[in-house]
């Protein structure tokens, strides 16, 4: 069975512009929840969608989106990059049917912002 | 609120030895969800165990083994006769009832050294 997939591993993009990540969740997971991982925050919770919509949504301006399509694929978008957007996104995928089971995740996409 | 607290942000051990990882916790919920995670340098994070607040029967899983407390609220992460394979950072997380939202603690990094 297929793991967590995130695309593309690593990115360098310029202040001012803007990104977007890709997430393939595990074959029959439902939920998809990105989290964003920096030095000086650790992990912080971005937010989560469950049947293409968002159930949770972390404390993070308006610049940071996301979305998901029908087969469960997640996108998130960062606009307007600044150098602090910096970090390792992780993507975590769950079955969903339930609160709070088990979330596995991708190897995440590290953005560096210059 | 909801915060966990990986007091250890270091821990170096020899190989064969004994670690206890801590993890304290708040939250004002009655239910809530306790996970630990490794992170090896690889960047994903692997899933190790979930344990919800009405279950505080510890667990052992090979060499790793689980001590929940709600009466000092800590879940506390021992792995015995540690392995080089061990090091890793990992992290303590605690998800409320009411929404699948992961908050992480810091993180404890640990070496284990032949």
């Known amino acids: 069975k297929a793991g967590v997939t995130q695309t593309p591993r690593y990115l360098i993009k310029t202040r001012g512009q803007q990104v977007t990540l890709s997430c393939s969740p595990i074959s029959g997971h439902r939920s998809v929840s990105w989290y964003q991982q920096t030095p000086g925050q650790g992990l912080q919770f971005l937010f989560e969608y469950f049947s293409e919509t968002q159930r949770n949504k972390g404390n993070f301006p308006g610049r940071f989106s996301g979305r998901q399509f029908s087969n469960s694929r997640s996108e998130m978008n960062v606009s307007t990059l600044e150098l602090g957007d910096s970090a390792l996104y992780l993507c975590?995928?769950?079955?969903?049917?339930?609160?709070?089971?088990?979330?596995?995740f991708g190897q995440g996409t590290r953005l560096t912002v210059v | 609120a909801q915060k966990v607290t990986q007091a250890q942000t270091e821990i170096s051990v020899v190989e064969k030895e004994d670690v206890t990882l801590d993890c304290v916790y708040e939250t004002r919920d009655t239910t809530y969800y306790l996970f630990w995670y490794k992170q090896p340098p690889s960047g994903e994070l692997v899933f190790l165990i979930r344990r919800n607040s009405f279950d505080e029967q510890n667990e052992i899983s090979g060499r790793y083994s689980w001590n929940f407390q709600k009466s000092t609220s800590s879940f506390n992460f021992t792995i015995t006769a540690s392995q080089v394979v061990d090091s890793a950072v990992y992290f303590c997380a605690l998800s409320p009832n009411s929404g699948y939202a992961l908050n992480f603690g810091k993180g404890t990094s640990l070496l284990v050294t032949p």
């Open positions: 975590a995928s769950s079955p969903g049917g339930a609160w709070n089971t088990e979330a596995f």
